[in-house]
């Protein structure tokens, strides 16, 4: 198995104008993938899925997180859990689609049942026919393993290692940078969830979303009204990167109508729209009217999938009057991000090249990308 030599990280975790970027192995090579599920996802809080899909009490989704079979549960008191999907018994699936339970989680396979909260309930026939009780069966330390969660902005994201700090100290720069959004959002319905399978590395679309060096080519008409002299550098080391406008002003419709902005909002907003890079695998766009999340679900080493959700502030905007707004503005996002595939499918390929070196940063404009690779490295120098 091929191990990361910490040497070649050293360039990586240099201020950024002497930086190089992550070593090729990090893209194309195989046993690198499986140690980063390890040290970046697993060690850390990563996104799994969103709450708005296990909307009610017994609602359950089973969720592939990198190769780990686990299982979303809202309980009866409307929290979302999350529990390794696997029978205590002989390591059955326990949910293999997503359904409203009746009442108990039961393995298919002999019956073993639990409750929502995790525990176990049923045993049958454990102690022989007719038995259901056997002294060595002991329920109360044989429930389902529940694996640490948290949901934020409608995304639940779990720590698999549970040594990560509480979710609240993890995010707390992020937390407090948007406070203001800190309300109620409202789904936008069937247009406004969509995916995207690209054929890339999942870092290259975290990296490519964080900077905005590249809109005046890859983004002529985004660019058009908000231009690469109208952004700016979001910073914060060890937990996220980005870029956000002073230019934020969206035509939808013929005009007349718009959406509600978030009440309360300090004049930044009026115009100001953020993009952010939460590390590893969320990327978060807010604006004064909605906002977005695009959960990346690496599928393989040079796989990816691109789970987009956008929100809006108002409940009465997810009704049928604003459906035309909605599937505009669904589609303007999609079509922005649709714009990006060639560009990260293209340094995927172009990773495979024996002698590249990681590439050179631009000191002004590349500062979020290497804030990232610096983070991605660090998560290996540190467990050395």
Not at 27 to 41: G, L, M, P, R, S
Not at 93 to 120: F, P, Q, T
Not at 202 to 208: C, G, P, Q
Not at 307 to 317: G, K, Q, S
């Amino acid at each position: 198995m091929t191990v990361v030599d910490l040497n070649l990280l050293r360039p990586v975790l240099q201020p950024v104008a002497g930086a190089r970027g992550l070593p090729n192995q990090f893209y194309v090579d195989q046993d690198t993938f499986e140690q980063e599920k390890q040290q970046v996802f697993f060690a850390n809080w990563a996104a799994i899925g969103f709450a708005k899909d296990i909307p009610e009490p017994a609602d359950a989704r089973p969720v592939d997180f990198l190769g780990q079979p686990l299982l979303a549960v809202r309980d009866k008191e409307g929290q979302v859990r999350v529990f390794q999907n696997t029978c205590r018994h002989r390591g059955m699936i326990l949910v293999d689609e997503a359904i409203r339970l009746r009442g108990m989680i039961r393995c298919k396979y002999h019956s073993w049942c639990y409750a929502l909260n995790g525990e176990l309930r049923s045993t049958p026939h454990v102690g022989g026919p007719g038995n259901n009780l056997h002294d060595d069966i002991d329920r109360a330390t044989l429930g389902l393993i529940e694996v640490r969660s948290h949901v934020w902005r409608d995304i639940i994201f779990v720590n698999m290692s549970g040594a990560a700090p509480d979710f609240e100290n993890y995010a707390a720069d992020l937390i407090e940078r948007w406070k203001e959004f800190d309300r109620p959002i409202f789904h936008g319905g069937a247009d406004s969830s969509f995916k995207l399978e690209v054929a890339t590395n999942w870092k290259l679309a975290v990296e490519n979303y964080c900077e905005s060096y590249h809109l005046p080519w890859i983004h002529p008409g985004l660019n058009a009204y908000s231009k690469l002299e109208d952004h700016y550098h979001i910073i914060e080391p060890g937990r996220f990167s980005g870029q956000g406008t002073n230019v934020y002003n969206p035509s939808l419709g013929d005009g007349s109508r718009s959406f509600r902005n978030f009440n309360g909002l300090s004049d930044k907003w009026n115009e100001a729209a953020e993009y952010i890079s939460f590390f590893p695998n969320v990327l978060f766009g807010v604006h004064r009217d909605h906002v977005y999340a695009i959960l990346l679900e690496p599928t393989g080493l040079g796989t990816t999938v691109e789970h987009i959700e956008i929100y809006y502030a108002d409940e009465d905007m997810t009704g049928p009057d604003y459906a035309d707004l909605r599937a505009e503005n669904a589609k303007l996002w999609k079509g922005i991000f649709i714009e990006d595939i060639g560009v990260v499918e293209g340094m995927q390929k172009g990773r495979h090249g024996m002698r590249f070196d990681g590439g050179k940063f631009s000191p002004v404009m590349d500062e979020p990308t290497h804030t990232f690779h610096h983070w991605v490295a660090s998560q290996f120098a540190e467990d050395s």
